[in-house]
């Protein structure tokens, strides 16, 4: 058998399988497009293989993405065909203008998402949000789109 060498992911990312949603934890030191894609694209592939129609999101990520590459990265994940999925984020580094911004453009993309720097407000926002976590594959309206599709997008 060949060694393959496989680098380091710059963040790390753990999900957790919860009764009424997934939950996903994602830290990084430092954040650019390349990465925040990364570890979306791991999120969406987690929602595509569960079925999950919720997800919580603990972002512990100490840079931010410039203005530029949240609207661009928040757009490609409005066209990924999740946007039956509610998207509830706890941000560490919570700042209300610019998480704001990045709500905006992905509610007028018409993605269900809110950002919070609470946690047990984000919770509480997620389960208040219709459907159940598990659905039948038949009748996930995007099973069809797989997060490949997303990352392929450039």
Same mark, same amino acid.
């Given at each position: 058998?060949? %060694?393959?060498?496989?680098?380091?992911?710059?963040?790390?990312?753990?999900?957790?399988?919860?009764?009424?949603?997934?939950?996903?934890?994602?830290?990084?030191?430092?954040?650019?497009? $390349?990465?925040?894609?990364?570890?979306?694209?791991?999120?969406?592939?987690?929602?595509?293989?569960?079925?999950?129609?919720?997800?919580?999101?603990?972002?512990?990520?100490?840079?931010?993405?410039?203005?530029? $590459?949240?609207? @661009?990265?928040?757009?490609?994940?409005?066209?990924?065909?999740? %946007?039956?999925?509610?998207?509830?984020?706890? $941000?560490?580094?919570? $700042?209300?203008?610019?998480?704001?911004?990045?709500?905006?453009?992905?509610? %007028?993309?018409?993605?269900?998402?809110?950002?919070?720097?609470?946690?047990?407000? @984000?919770?509480?926002?997620?389960?208040?949000?219709?459907?159940?976590?598990?659905?039948?594959?038949?009748?996930?309206?995007?099973?069809?789109?797989?997060?490949?599709?997303?990352?392929?997008?450039?």
């Amino acid at each position: 058998m060949k %060694n393959v060498f496989l680098p380091a992911r710059p963040y790390q990312l753990y999900f957790e399988h919860r009764p009424d949603y997934l939950f996903a934890y994602v830290h990084s030191e430092t954040i650019s497009f $390349d990465i925040a894609r990364g570890y979306w694209v791991e999120i969406l592939s987690m929602l595509h293989q569960r079925h999950y129609r919720r997800v919580l999101i603990e972002k512990d990520v100490r840079a931010r993405l410039s203005a530029h $590459d949240v609207f @661009t990265l928040m757009s490609e994940l409005a066209h990924s065909g999740y %946007n039956a999925v509610s998207f509830a984020i706890f $941000d560490h580094q919570y $700042d209300v203008e610019k998480c704001t911004f990045e709500e905006m453009v992905g509610t %007028n993309r018409g993605l269900k998402v809110k950002i919070f720097g609470d946690l047990p407000c @984000t919770e509480q926002w997620l389960l208040g949000q219709s459907d159940g976590i598990v659905v039948d594959p038949n009748h996930f309206p995007h099973a069809s789109v797989t997060p490949r599709a997303f990352a392929a997008r450039g």
